[in-house]
T-cell receptor
Framework: DVKVTQSSRYLVKRTGEKVFLECVQD?????MFWYRQDPGLGLRLIYF???????EKGDIPEGYSVSREKKERFSLILESASTNQTSMYLC????????????FGPGTRLTVT | GQQLNQSPQSMFIQEGEDVSMNCTSS?????WLWYKQDPGEGPVLLIA?????ELTSNGRLTAQFGITRKDSFLNISASIPSDVGIYFC?????????????FGGGTRVLVKP
């Protein structure tokens, strides 16, 4: 079974703090993704990565950065958290090639106060 | 970005009922995926469709890849209480970069009081 884990289920941070969200997958997938999920807006792609040290902007990258130093780990960084970044953050992974099936972690609910 | 219109936005089910939901787009897709999300969890992949006209089942769930390649349908037969949750469609357009998916806004399935 594919397993995608995220470092925290719930996180509370203050405005201006630097926040790290970690994601690890154990299926040797090449592709990894970060989404945020907000009521009424569905899942929106923040960043994705095809390979180690490679990253591509998604639809809403502003205010975020990512790091992929190892194949199994993809980190999302909020350089200076703001209240409008309060959301559910979902990490996903998939194989390279024609299999577009993405497998999701349990999510991190981040609250910025 | 691309838009996927998912309907209905919400529905009530009564145990034993068959229910349907669909996803439409103005763009042509070459992949359709259906996910279910339970409260506080990440989406779980239910069914993947890769060919126009394809009909695929997973237990009581059946999904179809529309012949126009612009829509997909999910049916749940003989619904049970644990079918409640949010169902998302997702697709990949023929021009999408890499493994990027577009997600619908979700159909929230609730139990009739």
């Amino acid at each position: 079974d594919v397993k995608v884990t995220q470092s925290s289920r719930y996180l509370v941070k203050r405005t201006g703090e630097k926040v790290f969200l970690e994601c690890v997958q154990d299926m040797d997938h090449e592709n990894m993704f970060w989404y945020r999920q907000d009521p009424g807006l569905g899942l929106r792609l923040i960043y994705f990565s095809y390979d180690v040290k490679m990253k591509e902007k998604g639809d809403i990258p502003e205010g975020y950065s990512v790091s992929r130093e190892k194949k199994e780990r993809f980190s999302l960084i909020l350089e200076s958290a703001s209240t409008n970044q309060t959301s559910m953050y979902l990490c996903a992974s998939s194989r390279a090639g024609l299999a577009y099936e993405q497998y999701f972690g349990p999510g991190t609910r981040l609250t910025v106060t | 970005g691309q838009q996927l219109n998912q309907s209905p936005q919400s529905m009530f089910i009564q145990e034993g009922e068959d229910v349907s939901m669909n996803c439409t787009s103005s763009s042509i897709f070459n992949t359709w995926l259906w996910y279910k999300q339970d409260p506080g969890e990440g989406p779980v992949l239910l069914i993947a469709l890769y060919k126009a006209g394809e009909l695929t089942s997973n237990g009581r769930l059946t999904a179809q890849f529309g012949i126009t390649r612009k829509d997909s349908f999910l049916n749940i037969s003989a619904s049970i209480p644990s079918d409640v949750g949010i169902y998302f469609c997702a697709g990949r357009t023929v021009v999408a970069a890499g493994n990027k998916l577009t997600f619908g806004g979700g159909t929230r399935v609730l139990v009739k009081p």
